[in-house]
């Protein structure tokens, strides 16, 4: 068995270019709306962060950049490649979601769930099956510790 395909020819990273400039080309908001925010010290503030990097996680920072907040981080605790559920708790072998199913793709065709299934499961010769991430373009920290945050812990400006 030939190993891991390289970028050039390996087909999630072609549908993960595919998605992103179908993300760019509708330019939606073409800019952020809130006003960046530095703490006393001078280093940044972010706008959101959200804390699990699974479907939900991803979701969440997708469509809060998508509505143009420009500071989204996710948060996982797992190392990277294993966040969200996938390798850990959610053991479900088949992926039995309806191919059909409507929702996280911002009516985006290259994010829908039937392309991703057609990706994994025609992949190019000698290419192992693998989940994909969608393109969010919010950085996701791994191996993070994940505590509950407070207002008052937190001492934004």
């Known amino acids: 068995m030939r190993g ?10 072609a549908l993960a270019r595919a998605a992103r ?14 006003k960046p925010m530095t703490l006393a010290d001078g280093s940044p503030v972010e706008d959101v962060i959200v804390v699990g990097g699974g479907q939900s ?10 509505e143009g907040l420009a500071r989204v981080v996710v948060l ?21 979601t309806p191919k059909i199913l409507v929702g996280n793709e911002f009516g985006i065709p290259n994010l829908s769930l ?3 299934y057609e990706t994994c499961h025609a992949p190019a010769p000698g290419t192992p ?5 969608a393109p969010t373009g919010a950085p996701i920290s791994t191996g993070m ?13």
């Not at 996680?57 to 998508?66: K, P």
């Not at 996982?76 to 992926?95: F, N, Q, V």
């Open 4 to 13: 891991r395909p390289t970028a050039a020819h390996d087909p999630f990273e």
């Open 76 to 96: 996982d605790r797992a190392p990277p490649g294993g966040e969200g559920p996938w390798t850990t708790y959610a053991r479900m072998p088949t992926l039995r």
């Open 129 to 133: 099956s693998t989940r994909c991430r």
């Open 21 to 34: 400039a179908d993300l760019d080309a509708l330019r939606y908001p073409d800019r952020p709306w809130l």
């Open 145 to 157: 510790p994940t505590p509950s945050a407070s207002p008052r812990r937190m001492r934004l400006p």
């Open 114 to 116: 039937k392309v991703w």
């Open 57 to 66: 996680g991803l979701f969440a920072a997708a469509s809060l950049r998508r």
